[in-house]
């Protein structure tokens, strides 16, 4: 077997070393993981809950707040409301209490915007680390109904994105490479990366959406929006057709990721959301922005139209950041 990049494993590794090895099929689980689906599914009295889990491996800048962050986003793209989380923390030798106050402060902060409680976890000093990692596994309730009349994934259906693409890659850098990036930069651009965090929830674009026919939604994390629009399709067993001129990308991630000769298209980015749907959604909702890039294809292709060519949509490799960070 040959050594995993880092960062998230293959289409293809996932399949043949994590899909192969998944213990004993239960009546209460509804779904097997797959990929492009964000959560999984089991079935309670009254409702469905939704579980995802997912760990901050890439930076350690506001890891706390990221954690929560993250993990609401996948359960989030299920409509479900989250109501629980549980937190493991790793920490290497000479971690102070005081480092791991203020990352169970920041959690406890962001659970409390959002109505979750901590009902559990693990804390301990290890060796087997030598960063801080933190993995937060969160529940989310889903109405029945809303989940058994999730409108198909047909040809034709629209792709939307919300907001801009790699502003999570964007904001890690800026803060871990300020001083490489001070002549990239202005200060004001800076402040301005820092506040990506404050844009990284798409549990409103969840909540502004409730009452749209949405057919699927995930959200762009590692792999950057062509990676989560391969995982998508895989999912959906679809082609699509995407128009790379509608992607919309930040002034401060064009700087850095040209600096870097980085991809912004395959960076880390939460924040966005992917979505399908069959219905048009208003290019701006509250101060959310969503853009129609692309629609649903049958034919199984996955194709960017950049300019006057094409380019075809690849499996995802290792997240670019890990070529700065």
């Known amino acids: 077997m040959s050594i995993i990049k880092n960062g998230k494993l293959t289409v293809n590794q996932l399949k043949k070393l994590i899909y192969s090895n998944l213990g004993k099929k239960r009546e ?55 109501f629980a989380i549980t937190v493991t923390l790793l920490c290497p030798e000479n971690t102070t209490e005081e480092k791991i106050y203020q990352i169970m402060k920041d959690i406890s902060d962001e659970c409390i ?34 989940y058994e009349e999730t409108e198909p994934i047909k040809s034709g259906d629209n792709i939307y994105m919300s907001k801009e693409i790699s502003l999570e890659g964007s ?50 994390t590692e792999g950057g929006i062509l990676g989560a629009l391969y995982e998508m399709c895989s999912y959906a067993q679809k082609g699509c057709m995407i128009d790379y001129h509608k992607i919309k990308i930040n002034s401060i991630t064009k700087k850095i990721s040209k600096f870097y000769n980085i991809d912004p298209l395959r960076l880390i980015s939460s924040g966005c959301m992917l979505i399908i749907t069959n219905e048009e ?43 700065v960070i």
């Open 28 to 82: 209460e689980v509804i779904t097997m993981p797959l990929v492009g689906q964000d959560c999984g599914y089991f079935y309670t009295e009254d409702n469905i809950i939704s579980i995802t889990t997912d760990p901050i491996t890439a930076t350690d800048t506001n890891i706390g707040k990221l954690s929560v962050i993250i993990n609401l986003n996948d359960i989030a793209t299920s409509f479900a409301e989250p």
């Open 113 to 146: 915007k959002n109505d979750v409680q901590i009902v559990g976890g693990h804390t301990e000093v290890t060796t087997a680390v030598n960063q801080i990692l933190v993995c937060v596994t969160a529940l989310g309730k889903l109405d029945k109904k809303r």
């Open 171 to 220: 904001m890690i850098i800026a803060c871990e490479k300020k001083e490489e990036l001070k002549d990239v930069l202005t200060d004001e651009e800076f402040e301005i990366a820092k506040l990506f965090l404050e844009k990284l929830s798409v549990v409103k674009e969840s909540k502004l959406l409730k009452n749209k026919k949405i057919s699927l939604m995930h959200d762009v």
């Open 281 to 323: 959604i208003s290019e701006k909702i509250d101060d959310i922005s969503f853009t129609k890039i692309g629609k649903i294809t049958d034919d199984n292709k996955l194709l960017m139209k950049k300019d006057d060519g094409f380019i075809e949509i690849e499996e995802p490799d290792s997240d670019e950041i890990y070529k």
